[in-house]
């Protein structure tokens, strides 16, 4: 699989994901912050941060296996 076509599956996959799941993913991973400031900027919860995180790596992992 080429850099592109790996991109296009991760964004289809992301698509994928609830608002809530995207967004604590993205700023996980692109961003970088911590439960803490997701959690304030989303105005929820840290254990619901854990949770958004924890659904969406699930979720983009399935999606990513799936040919």
């Given at each position: 699989?080429?850099d592109?076509?790996?991109?296009?599956r991760?964004?289809?996959a992301?698509d994928r994901?609830t608002?809530?799941q995207?967004?604590?993913y993205?700023l996980?991973?692109?961003?970088g912050?911590?439960f803490?400031?997701?959690a304030f900027?989303m105005?929820?919860?840290?254990?619901d941060?854990?949770?958004y995180?924890?659904?969406?790596?699930?979720?983009?992992?399935?999606?990513?296996?799936d040919?």
């Amino acid at each position: 699989m080429n850099d592109r076509s790996a991109n296009n599956r991760l964004i289809a996959a992301l698509d994928r994901l609830t608002m809530a799941q995207r967004i604590t993913y993205l700023l996980s991973a692109t961003d970088g912050f911590s439960f803490e400031a997701i959690a304030f900027r989303m105005g929820v919860t840290i254990d619901d941060v854990q949770c958004y995180l924890s659904e969406a790596l699930s979720a983009l992992t399935r999606l990513m296996d799936d040919p």
